[in-house]
């Protein structure tokens, strides 16, 4: 399947951002682009703007999924 890469200066205010990820996640996100036949770039673009949140605008299962256990309360006096 032929990518359909972005038209050159398609993106409104395009930023280049590094980041690191596991080894896997890339893998995963190249089998999702190719898949689709978009880019890693379109594909991570559209999944975070199609992401659903909850009603304090974090994304739904994060929680769940990332417990914050490690965390002590803190109070103050």
């Known amino acids: 399947m032929k990518v359909q890469r972005r038209p050159r200066g398609s993106l409104d205010e395009a930023r280049k951002i590094g980041l690191w990820i596991e080894a896997q996640?890339?893998?995963?996100?190249?089998?999702?682009?190719?898949?689709?036949?978009?880019?890693?770039?379109?594909?991570?673009?559209?999944l975070i703007e199609a992401v659903e949140v909850d009603e304090v605008g974090q994304p739904i299962g994060w929680t769940k999924d990332h417990p914050r256990e490690e965390e002590l309360p803190i109070t103050t006096a």
């Open 25 to 46: 996640a890339d893998d995963r996100l190249a089998e999702l682009a190719a898949a689709a036949g978009t880019t890693k770039s379109a594909l991570t673009q559209w």
